[in-house]
């Protein structure tokens, strides 16, 4: 044990001597317990939305060079994400932590930046702010219901926060456009006309009305308002997409679920004894549950907590410094110096399955990645670089570590920490990891269902 948590356990034991802090700790009372949730906190889009959805999800003709779809990122046979610490974008080769970073003048300019982050349970209302900066967030003030990065310029018939996240993986060259040269959807992306005519948005619409079966599709998801293929637009592809991710990644039957729905058999004693921990403390002023609030475990705000920074980072810079190999969290998004590495608290539903861990994947383990929080600025200068699952490739290796390898930035995240030590013991830990695992819905473990046998654009399906 670190001197910082003998300090804070001593600290506390004397505390707890003292009596009333520890005596709450004992008293067993379920207040501090969220409400169990149910249909009506998630959207109910028709069958015929998801199917379309589902096909969408994962076809490759959302891409400019045909060769990714959200799939390869968000995948069934991957809990929805993709198994790497950061992702391989378009031109890389492979699914999973087999992927690759492809080959010859198709091969990936850089690693995409941040992990994926898994997609269960977004069809709830609840979560209105998405990505890890939060850049993409529910906001009636916009025509379109969000505020996102492209600002007006986004179409006013999305109907949800996940589907105006829809909108930009297509956009952006790493992850599904291209470079600019390879295909006009990347030279439009790399212009910035995204809405424009001879944008992204309207290509990938032309792409869709030109494929019959999917024209099909839209008119049965979007009776009244897709009557001819020329009525087809990006949004409703979109909206279609949040439409599956919604309802086939709805994660709500956990034991953690059916014990508060009342049935107190459906959490072991040890995964009990970690959700009183997590809900309601460490004993000394502290809970997981100050940020991993409410039945999804997250109060959607963004904290520091001294996360290793590994990748080449999204160019934000400290003062004084000229690398911009850092990612300022949610910095990026409002421009506040006092956001700087801020993250949104992620939702732990299906944690166990859904390593690595972190805005940057840095944690392979939940283990790892929940004693990080124990002490994170120790954690963060102890981190053991091995655990990181990034497909190798020397000039991409190069920049893995480039901030870890830096003193000066290395204290940058640590003083930026506003995480406390915590007075969980090891045992304390044990049982939090418990009550994690009982937050897996055992409908999340085999995703097979979700994966369509072929879609419409005859593009393959593998990789
Ligand atoms: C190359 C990999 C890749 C592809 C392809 C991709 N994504 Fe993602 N996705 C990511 C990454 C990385 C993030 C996090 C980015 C960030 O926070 O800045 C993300 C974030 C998301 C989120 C937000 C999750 C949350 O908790 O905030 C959703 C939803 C999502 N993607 C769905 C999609 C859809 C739909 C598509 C296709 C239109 C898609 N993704 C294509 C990698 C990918
Ligand atoms: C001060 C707020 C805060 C507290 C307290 C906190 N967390 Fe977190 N937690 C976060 C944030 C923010 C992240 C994401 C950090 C990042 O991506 O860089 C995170 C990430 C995680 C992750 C990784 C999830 C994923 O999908 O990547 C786990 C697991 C986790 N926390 C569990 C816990 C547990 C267990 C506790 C209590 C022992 C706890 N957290 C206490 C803010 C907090």
Known sequence: ????????????????????????????????????????????????????????????????NMNISCGTCHHALTDTGDGLSLPVGEGGVGLGVTRDTGSGADAVHERVPRNAPPVFNLGAHSFTVLFHDGRVEADPAFPSGCKTPAGGNLPDNLENVLACQAMFPVTSATEMAGQAGENSIADAAAAGNLAGPGGVWEQLAGRLQGIPEYVDMFKAAFPGDVVDASDITYAHAANAISAFEGVNWRADNSPFDRYLRGDKKAMSKNARKG????????????????????????????????????GAGRGSNSPGKTGGHEDFGREQATGDPADTLKFRTPTLRNVALTAPYGHDGAYDT????????????????????????????????????????DPDRVAFIADHNELPPLGYSDKDVDRIIDFLNALTDPSSIDLRSDLPRSVPSGLPLAE
């Open 275 to 310: 959700m009183k921990l997590f809900y309601k403390g460490d004993g000394y002023g502290n809970s997981c549950a100050q940020c991993h609030s409410g039945s999804f475990q997250t109060d959607n705000a963004f904290h520091a907590i001294a996360m290793p920074q590994i």
């Open 366 to 405: 939940l283990r790892a990645v929940v004693e990080h929080h124990i002490d994170s600025v120790n954690a963060l200068y102890n981190y053991d670089r091995s655990q990181a699952v990034l497909p190798s490739r020397d000039d991409l290796d190069a920049l893995d570590f480039i901030t870890m390898d």
């Open 1 to 64: 044990m670190n001197r910082k948590s003998i300090l804070a356990i001593s600290v506390a034991s004397i505390m707890l001597v003292s009596g009333p802090v520890l005596a709450s700790r004992d008293h067993d009372s379920n207040d501090y317990y969220p409400a169990p949730v149910g249909d009506d906190d998630f959207r109910n889009p028709s069958p015929e939305k998801v199917e379309l959805g589902k096909n969408l999800m994962f076809d490759k003709i959302l891409s400019g």
